[in-house]
């Protein structure tokens, strides 16, 4: 993504007039890829089901993502036309940073929305197991529904999660592994957004802090390996490791102190 946005804007004589060209397509591709996972993997859990007699789902899916993508560039556009080429003698592309700090919008949109449809998962799949062995009467399925409540507290509390420590790691992310402008910013945010649903949509629990971690690292490597900030990248490397250990060691603890507190 970022190799393309400096090959078909940055590089090029007119980077503003090319900004305000391709951006939209940009816009389209976020407004596609949310639309078909929303229509693929997310409406059957509210009992909706979109069907054009195309066959296939995902053949159904294509013409109305394809709609949706280019109404969210149309809007994307209308946005653009406000903003006016103001030169700077100590940017060239300041300009053009502006409009992609339009882009930035939809593409952190689009994070939002794969930031939901995967850590909420991975946060509430286990209380949704726990509740339907409850109802059952103790007996374990093999797959456990979704009651809305438990969707409504994930939620709640990813937003409270962000807003009381979730700063620190958007601080890290967001200025300590490289420099990032809303270009690179959007060649980031895409890119992890785009790898967080698919592996939504394939059930794949992934952690979206490792993947746009992965993104930021992405867009340092395509500019040197001397615009990273390798103490910081090595410090979270170190963290993942201790991490998994550290998880796993606490649920064996709290397992063994919640059965002896409750079993008879």
Do not use: Q
Request: hydrophobic residues 55%.
């Amino acid at each position: 993504l970022l190799m393309s946005v400096k090959t078909l804007i940055l590089d090029t004589d007119d980077p503003f007039r090319r900004a305000k060209r391709f951006i939209p397509i940009y816009m389209w591709m976020v407004g596609f890829m949310i639309s078909m996972v929303t229509l693929l993997k997310g409406l059957k859990h509210i009992g909706l089901d979109v069907d054009l007699g195309l066959g296939s789902k995902f053949a159904n899916a294509i013409p109305i993502s394809f709609a949706i993508g280019l109404v969210v560039a149309v809007f994307g556009a209308y946005l653009l036309r406000g903003i006016k080429e103001e030169p700077d003698e100590d940017n060239r592309f300041y300009s053009v940073e502006r409009v992609f700090a339009v882009l930035m919008v939809f593409t952190a949109c689009s994070m939002a929305f794969a930031h939901g449809s995967n850590d909420v998962a991975n946060a509430v799949g286990p209380l949704a197991a726990i509740v339907s062995t409850v109802e059952s009467g103790g007996e374990i399925a093999a797959k456990s529904a979704m009651p809305w409540w438990i969707l409504l507290i994930g939620g709640i509390g990813i937003v409270v999660g962000l807003a009381t420590y979730g700063w620190r790691v958007i601080r890290t992310v967001g200025t300590k592994i490289t420099e990032l402008t809303p270009s690179r910013g959007f060649a980031a945010e895409l890119g992890a957004a785009s790898t967080v649903v698919v592996a939504s949509a394939t059930g794949l629990p992934i952690s979206t802090t490792h993947t746009l971690v992965g993104a930021v690292l992405g867009v340092g490597f395509a500019r040197g390996i001397a615009a990273l900030n390798l103490r910081v990248i090595g410090n979270i490397f170190l963290s993942w490791i201790i991490t998994l250990p550290a998880g796993a060691g606490l649920a064996i603890l709290f397992f063994f102190l919640f059965k002896g507190i409750f079993s008879p």
